[in-house]
């Protein structure tokens, strides 16, 4: 080989290459491509389409909400990816623990705007033991009419992770967010 | 060619530059628009990023990846500079997310629960040493050539050439190529790197 490869070259620039070049690809060109791969470019995009009109969807519903209600639902969002973690479940595995869709676990988790069921929020309190109502504050289903609410929602979802397992600080953060939910939210 | 082959440019945003990025409706426009082909190129991407960087194992799938780019984009947290294509800019983005996620990880299994790191320790991690912005040594990027192109040399010089940044008609100037013969080496090219996307 006498390809020259003396230059600094970084992995991302490497890959980024590569996938600028197939995304230079006709239409035609990436279906025969796709053939002899044996990928199936209609069933892709099938799944493309589904995920698109989802997320234009969410995006709409969430622009037309009030914004109280946007600020609860991320506080709702970080709350239970959060309890997932300290208690080391994945999506389906809390599904199955606590009775209910992983679809909506997955949507309460991902979408701002989206609203849960009172039954899947009844059920995931009692998996994580949590007192009657905390979760239910969160997700709309509890009118309320406090600004604190809506800001402590908002600062526990700016400061947390997303992935892995807590941290002590995230622990911390978690057991103050339920305590004011159950004492003051 | 199509309008892929125009030489991408990822320009900061500074003042005066926001006419350049999407308003909420041109972001929808545009992603309601992507056609058949773009949505199977972009989950094909996922899926490599989300195989490359390990990503499957319970953090996100292909779909969510692709979700994520979507909803960032449309939300303005991903801003898509119109001077770039929608699918380059989704490209940038899960690019951009799925590496949040592989760091994000990275810090996490350095300090596993309830260890936090002290400020000494704060101080090496985390290094650049095995990620994507880390140069490839010289016998790495060998191998990877190899593995995509074979002994097909003439396509990896190309390739590299490529990756120097020159563009379709500059290459085909420095190396004197018909364009005939340009473009059939850059089937060839794609073919080799949607195997590899595809296999890896």
């Given amino acids: 080989m006498n390809q020259r490869t003396d230059k600094a070259i970084t992995r991302e620039h490497f890959h980024r290459t590569m996938r600028d070049l197939l995304l230079e690809a006709s239409p035609e060109e990436f279906r025969?491509?796709?053939?002899?791969?044996?990928?199936n470019v209609d069933e892709l995009a099938k799944t493309g389409k589904t995920i698109v009109e989802r997320v234009v969807q969410q995006n709409r519903r969430s622009a037309t909400q009030p914004e109280?209600?946007?600020?609860?639902?991320?506080?709702?969002?970080?709350?239970?990816?959060?309890?997932?973690?300290?208690?080391?479940?994945?999506?389906s595995k809390l599904a199955e623990r606590a009775d209910v869709d992983e679809v909506e676990i997955r949507r309460i988790e991902s979408e701002a705007g989206y609203i849960p069921h009172p039954r899947t929020i009844f059920k995931l309190e009692k998996q994580f033991g949590l007192p009657s109502g905390?979760?239910?504050?969160?997700?709309?289903?509890?009118?309320?009419n406090s600004p604190v609410l809506e800001e402590k929602a908002l600062a526990f979802a700016a400061s947390a992770q997303s992935i892995g397992r807590l941290t002590r600080a995230e622990r911390q953060l978690l057991n103050e967010f339920i305590k004011f939910l159950t004492e003051k939210g | 060619m199509n309008s892929e082959s125009e030489p991408l440019k990822i320009v900061p945003a500074a003042a005066g530059e926001?006419?350049?990025?999407?308003t909420a409706e041109e972001v929808e426009k545009a992603l309601l628009g992507l056609t058949d082909d773009d949505h199977a190129k972009l989950l094909l991407i996922?899926?490599?990023?989300?195989?490359?960087?390990?990503?499957?194992?319970?953090?996100?799938?292909?779909?969510?990846?692709?979700?994520?780019?979507?909803?960032?984009?449309?939300?303005?947290?991903?801003?898509?500079?119109?001077?770039?294509?929608?699918?380059?800019?989704?490209?940038?983005?899960?690019?951009?997310?799925?590496?949040?996620?592989?760091?994000?990880?990275?810090?996490?299994?350095a300090f596993p629960?309830?260890?936090?790191?002290?400020?000494?320790?704060?101080?090496?991690v985390p290094t650049m040493e095995g990620t994507d912005e880390?140069?490839?040594?010289?016998?790495?990027?060998?191998?990877?050539?190899?593995?995509?192109?074979?002994?097909?040399?003439?396509?990896?010089?190309?390739?590299l050439l490529r990756l120097e940044g020159f563009q379709a008609a500059e290459i085909q100037a420095k190396i004197t190529l018909s364009a005939i013969k340009y473009e059939a080496i850059a089937k060839r090219i794609r073919r080799k790197i949607a195997l590899h996307l595809i296999q890896k």
């Fill in chain 1, 134 to 144: 905390v979760l239910a504050k969160l997700s709309g289903a509890v009118k309320h």
């Fill in chain 2, 18 to 22: 926001a006419g350049h990025y999407g």
């Fill in chain 1, 68 to 91: 109280n209600v946007v600020v609860l639902h991320k506080g709702l969002n970080t709350l239970l990816l959060m309890l997932r973690r300290r208690d080391g479940l994945d999506e």
């Fill in chain 2, 134 to 159: 880390a140069l490839m040594h010289k016998e790495e990027a060998q191998r990877l050539l190899k593995d995509v192109f074979g002994e097909d040399t003439e396509a990896a010089n190309i390739f």
């Fill in chain 1, 32 to 39: 025969e491509l796709a053939r002899e791969a044996g990928l």
């Fill in chain 2, 113 to 124: 629960e309830g260890l936090e790191p002290s400020p000494e320790q704060r101080g090496p």
């Fill in chain 2, 46 to 109: 996922a899926r490599s990023f989300c195989k490359s960087r390990r990503l499957s194992i319970s953090v996100m799938e292909p779909e969510e990846l692709v979700a994520e780019a979507f909803a960032k984009t449309l939300q303005a947290e991903k801003k898509w500079n119109k001077r770039v294509s929608i699918i380059r800019h989704l490209d940038r983005a899960m690019e951009n997310l799925s590496g949040h996620l592989v760091r994000q990880r990275k810090k996490i299994d």
